[in-house]
């Protein structure tokens, strides 16, 4: 590590000993922009790396409701509003019970970068609570919403911050959220994305996170002269994005061995397709169901650890942040895996991600790879804003081609800075110089 980095990092870290999610998000950009920082003293005397690690702005609020047996809980609830230098705030919400404010520093930073990367104009925000909808009543989940809307919708508005889903934040919770942010503002407008398709919401929305970390990982493979066409393909979460990385994976010939959950994976060597992808889909949003119901469901063998065990060709971690350590990495690369894309955010440890590379196994960073979930919210915020619809067509043509343009921009930029194939150097020097280069333009605001 350069004393630059070394310097830097101990400011970061001494500023808030606590996060350490944020610290490892804000390291591995540190240490990419270096040469960037070289080449363009301007950042340097304006200190936009000091800068760009700030959020613009920090609230964390009260959440108090009350669950089916009349009990008062109280929750924390969050929205860090990271960078607006592109645009609007933009960002999801994380409702699970390891939130802290540290884990919403983290996701906002990286989404500041991601949203670069999709050339639309959004901004970096994101936010969440440490309530989890798991085990909680349809009622219980929607008095939360409300309430925690009642202090969100103060901080929010089209043209200033539009959250939208993350972990624990589905189609149902957006629903309730969105409901209470019109009663209480009286307004009709696209202050979220991944509405529901009647209310504003965009076709393939639903689809886009996981679609667009399989059509990256396809960009990948076709460097390398393969393609998804026979491939074995270990996955892990299956919500919204592990659900439609699935079905898009099956769609182009590879074969998905496994799904998995906090307690365990399914292994299903022939491939988990058909009925069984179908039953995939609802397993947790209709029947509210773990991995472990479903292998029960169909006689699937259920293990306890982490799928990164099953022999595969490529893997998709799609649940959540360092769910991929140096052991899984280790296990993969014997294995012989030759590509990791990550579906989640920040799913791969360094020392994990640094394995791959030494292995030369191409390697999608989750900024990137993961990035056509923010984009099609970009786009159903360009509807709303037109008061107009697209059809599923369009709109995943616009994802396609965001997708390649982002891979191609990270494989470019890693090249012009002598580190080819590296798409890690390639998305965070991409996405840094554009938001950096904004925060210049509009001087010290
Ligand atoms: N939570 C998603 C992400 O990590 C989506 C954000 C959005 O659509 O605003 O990119």
Same mark, same amino acid.
């Given at each position: ?182 009663? +209480?503002?009286? #307004?009709? @407008? ?5 509405? /529901? ?6 076709? &393939? $929305?639903? %689809? ?43 769609? +182009?010939?590879? #074969?998905? @061995? ?5 307690? /365990? ?6 491939? &988990? $397709?058909? %009925? ?170």
């Amino acid at each position: 590590m350069s004393h630059e980095v070394e310097a830097f990092m101990q400011e970061v870290i001494g500023r808030d000993p606590d996060e350490p999610e944020f610290h490892q998000a804000v390291h591995e950009v540190a240490e990419c922009v270096g040469p960037l920082l070289d080449r363009h003293p301007e950042y340097r005397r304006a200190r936009i790396l000091q800068r760009i690690v700030e959020p613009e702005r920090v609230i964390s609020f009260r959440v108090n409701w009350m669950d089916d047996n009349g009990d008062v809980q109280v929750n924390r609830g969050y929205r860090v509003q990271f960078n607006s230098a592109l645009g609007p705030y933009k960002g999801g919400t994380r409702f699970h019970a390891s939130v802290h404010l540290g884990i919403i520093k983290f996701l906002g930073f990286e989404q500041m970068f991601k949203n670069a990367l999709t050339t639309l104009p959004m901004g970096g925000g994101k936010g969440g609570s440490d309530f989890s909808p798991k085990g909680k009543s349809d009622a219980e989940v929607r008095r939360f919403c409300h309430a925690y809307m009642n202090e969100l919708y103060r901080h929010i508005g089209p043209s200033t911050d539009v959250p939208a889903g993350d972990n624990g934040c589905g189609g149902r919770e957006i629903g309730y959220l969105y409901g209470q942010y019109k009663r +209480l503002t009286n #307004r009709f @407008v696209g202050v979220f994305t991944g509405k /529901g398709i009647d209310w504003g919401g965009s076709l &393939i $929305r639903r %689809e886009a996170a996981g679609y667009g970390t399989v059509y990256f990982a396809q960009e990948l493979l076709a460097t390398r002269g393969t393609s998804f066409e026979g491939k074995t393909v270990t996955v892990s979460g299956f919500g919204n994005l592990g659900y439609h990385a699935i079905e898009k994976l099956n769609e +182009l010939g590879a #074969r998905v @061995v496994t799904i998995a959950d906090e307690d /365990g994976f399914v292994h299903d060597p022939d491939g &988990i $397709r058909g %009925e069984k992808a179908a039953f995939v889909r609802d397993l947790w949003t209709v029947h509210r169901m773990s991995a472990r119901d479903f292998a029960e469901r169909y006689d699937l063998r259920f293990r306890p650890g982490k799928p990164w065990q099953v022999k595969c060709d490529v893997a998709l971690p799609t649940a959540t942040e360092n769910e991929i350590q140096l052991e899984d990495a280790q296990q993969l690369v014997e294995n012989g895996c030759m590509c990791v894309a990550e579906g989640a955010n920040m799913p791969c440890t360094r020392d994990a991600v640094r394995l791959f590379a030494e292995h030369n196994v191409l390697f999608g960073p989750g900024k990137a790879a993961n990035a056509g979930g923010v984009a099609v919210s970009g786009l159903e915020m360009s509807q709303n804003s037109m008061r107009l619809k697209w059809s599923r067509a369009e709109v995943d043509d616009r994802l396609r081609r965001i997708m390649k343009g982002i891979h191609d921009l990270c494989l470019e930029t890693a090249a012009d800075f002598g580190k080819p194939g590296n798409y890690v150097v390639g998305a965070n020097v991409a996405g840094f110089r554009k938001v950096a280069t904004a925060m210049l333009e509009q001087g010290l605001v």
